[in-house]
């Protein structure tokens, strides 16, 4: 079985192991908080970021993306109709675009923020970064919402999926995006109602369940998490 560095509350950590549990492919979850700095978590990643899979013989693969394009040339290009992937370069493009909307931009702008600020900071050592939440940022980030859910509503009103007919790596990112800011009660659904469907969706698969059990200490998920129908 494969091993898996991650945060619960990592949006990049949650494509992961929707992506790998869409392929049925089990994975053993090491929880890490990067901030602790561990000598033998530093070893596997100097640069201290998640995520981070063991993958056969222990070899460390470093990133959502770099993790997507392994589990597609070692699992995906053998699933037909089911990979997450596409064949077209161009769609393959499309894809690709997507799942950096999600995993940088919408991470930049808005999940890095209220992470940061809501569930890790309470959690940290003063020394390491620890504290009261800057309000600052978190208005911030809150303002940059409405910009990413209402670009995924416009994706999943004129397609079938966002990235076109079929689910892709593109769903997922945007899903475990939507899925920490869902479970910290920051997205109103009620005005998008393409996005919510298409995120009903893909709430309601199997590879989606395990998200559901998440918990973090400290802070419980907003009531309607673990709805499928919310």
């Given at each position: 079985m494969l091993t898996l560095f991650h945060h619960p509350m990592s949006a990049a950590c949650r494509f992961v192991r929707l992506a790998f549990g869409e392929y049925g492919e089990e994975l053993a979850l090491v929880e890490e908080n990067p901030w602790s700095r561990r000598r033998e978590f530093l070893a596997l990643n100097p640069a201290g970021t998640l995520p981070i899979l063991l993958a056969e013989g222990d070899v460390p693969i470093i990133g959502a993306t770099v993790i997507a394009e392994y589990l597609d040339?070692?699992?995906g290009v053998l699933k037909?109709?089911?990979?997450?992937?596409a064949e077209n370069p161009m769609d393959r493009a499309e894809i690709r675009r997507l799942v950096d909307?999600?995993?940088v931009k919408t991470e930049s702008e808005v999940t890095r923020h209220l992470v940061r600020e809501r569930v890790l900071k309470p959690l940290m050592p003063e020394a390491a970064g620890g504290g009261s939440p800057d309000s600052a940022a978190i208005r911030a980030a809150r303002a940059n919402i409405r910009q990413h859910l209402k670009y995924t509503n416009w994706l999943a009103g004129t397609?079938?999926?966002l990235?076109?007919?079929r689910i892709t790596y593109a769903d997922f990112a945007a899903a475990a995006t939507f899925s920490v800011l869902d479970y910290l009660g920051e997205i109103d659904w009620r005005e998008q109602n393409a996005a919510r469907d298409w995120y009903m969706r893909v709430k309601s698969r199997p590879s989606f369940r395990p998200l559901l059990s998440d918990r973090v200490r400290g802070l419980a998920p907003v009531s309607h998490y673990a709805d499928l129908d919310f």
């Open positions: 040339e070692t699992r037909r109709e089911r990979r997450l992937f909307w999600y995993l397609r079938h999926w990235a076109g007919s």
